[in-house]
């Protein structure tokens, strides 16, 4: 997976329980998205697409952003990575959510240059898949496909029908010690916490 890569950020979610659409949360006065697509541009050869709501007003974002509308809208995350992969343009996509202000491109970047043939390419925290801070490639667009046909949402639901490496913790904290990356704002105190995080090394 070290070859052309997008960047997919999802931002067409509804934030019922941040109470406000999240595409317009800040840190240190910068529109989280706005940070999100200049992390990520340096490193994806492919560029940065924004997925969002149909009428969704976005702030204003680096140029070169492309923003797509969702071709399936209302069916949640997993509809918004088969946006992505449709219209990428390249083999690979690293999809992330619109409220992960911390992302880490140096994270991002070791992971997209590990050694291997799969088709996707997913850490693990808490023993648990972070399925939106992972590298999708394009076989995965026919089992998304089937899952969506069959009103399956979950992100892990088609997973059995490719080729999947799993990155243990152990193995991207020694990239990445704070975890900072996968942190994602839901709620107003879980913004006040990435605002200090922010603030913190690593």
């Not at 317009?24 to 697409?49: A, F, K, T, W």
């Not at 976005?58 to 071709?71: A, H, K, Q, S, Y």
């Not at 693990?124 to 496909?145: F, S």
């Not at 009103?151 to 997973?159: V, Y």
Request: aromatic content about 4%; overall charge negative; proline content about 6%.
């Amino acid at each position: 997976m070290s070859g052309a890569i997008t960047g997919v950020i999802l931002a067409g979610g509804r934030s019922r329980r941040m109470g406000r659409d999240k595409v317009s949360l800040e840190i240190g006065g910068e529109p989280v998205l706005y940070r999100l697509v200049r992390s990520l541009q340096p490193i994806c050869s492919g560029g940065v697409m924004v997925v969002c709501r149909a009428g969704q007003e976005l702030p204003v974002l680096p140029d070169g952003t492309r923003t797509e509308v969702d071709l399936l809208p209302g069916h949640a995350a997993l509809g918004g990575l088969y946006t992505g992969l449709a219209l990428a343009g390249t083999q690979d996509v690293f999809l992330a959510a619109c409220d992960m202000p911390l992302l880490s491109a140096e994270l991002v970047a070791w992971l997209r240059d590990l050694p291997g043939e799969r088709d996707v390419l997913i850490p693990t925290r808490d023993e648990l898949l972070e399925p939106l801070h992972a590298i999708y490639g394009q076989r995965c667009l026919g089992p998304i496909k089937g899952a969506l046909l069959a009103g399956e949402l979950r992100m892990d639901s088609w997973l059995d029908s490719v080729r999947v490496e799993r990155i243990a913790e152990h193995r991207w904290r020694q990239q990445h010690p704070s975890g900072h990356s996968f942190l994602n704002v839901n709620r107003p105190e879980d913004l006040e916490l990435a605002i200090l995080a922010s603030e913190q090394p690593g």
